[in-house]
């Protein structure tokens, strides 16, 4: 992967007709939101998804990393493979605290 320099942007955020369309539906972010954490300095897939949370729902990126990382793409003018891979993580779920205390171990036999 190259290494990204940051710039500010020398032209202002242009909207487009299909701004609103739904990418990533578990966490219903747009392209529009896409387009605009690009132009204000996300650079990675990482930088989008952890800013966005694209890729954090249900489904963990499986219906939308690959329209996200091509929408990061387009805008910034290189190829997906530049971008990088999103890095994946297990999901975390809530744990109620009765469980843990099932576990009490009796400090006689340990």
């Not at 020398?10 to 990533?24: G, K, R, V």
């Not at 966005?52 to 939308?64: A, E, F, P, Y």
């Amino acid at each position: 992967m190259s290494k990204m320099i940051r710039t500010a942007p020398t032209t202002a955020f242009q909207e487009m007709p299909d701004d609103n369309m739904i990418i990533c539906r578990c966490e219903e972010i747009t392209k529009g939101e896409i387009r605009r954490a690009v132009y204000d300095g996300f650079r990675t897939t990482n930088e989008v998804k952890r800013w966005l949370r694209c890729g954090m729902g249900l489904c963990q990126g499986q219906t939308c990393q690959r329209n996200f990382q091509n929408i990061i793409a387009r805008e910034l003018g290189i190829p997906v493979a530049e971008l990088g891979i999103i890095t994946g993580r297990c999901p975390v779920r809530p744990v109620e605290i009765q469980t843990f205390a099932d576990e009490v171990v009796n400090a006689e036999e340990a």
